[in-house]
């Protein structure tokens, strides 16, 4: 059976503050989980201009659906400039740190 879960740009997320790491001032993201397909779960996140550092607590693959920011990884040689279409891999327990820009909104798969 085919179904249409939602339509991730028109989704309203409620933001709340975030605990941005050491040193930031809090930031506002919002996640909503949307389905599970066997172990993996999917959904979207969005977060607003500022900076989040952190360490994802699982591995993530994310396409980014609108925004700009740049992900800075701890042991990457480059920051990795994301927005519209990019698809992102990210490692877990491996420290990161968003420099938003624009509002990002993605659709995240955690496997």
């Known amino acids: ?12 997320l409620e933001l709340a503050d975030t605990d941005a790491g050491e040193g930031n001032p809090s930031i506002k ?5 949307l389905d599970t397909v066997k172990d ?3 959904g979207v996140w969005e977060i607003v201009p500022g900076v989040l550092e952190g360490v ?15 992900i800075t990884s701890e042991g990457d040689d480059e920051p990795i400039v994301v927005g519209p279409g990019s698809v992102v891999r990210l ?17 995240y798969i955690h496997p």
Do not use: C, H, Y
């Open 91 to 107: 490692v877990v327990g491996q420290k990161t740190r968003w420099d938003v820009r624009e509002t990002v909104r993605k659709v």
């Open 29 to 33: 993201t919002g996640i909503l989980e």
């Open 40 to 42: 993996a779960t999917f």
């Open 56 to 70: 994802p607590p699982v591995d993530e693959v994310f396409v980014v659906l609108s925004g700009d920011a740049t």
């Open 1 to 12: 059976m085919t179904t249409l879960l939602a339509s991730a740009n028109a989704l309203e």
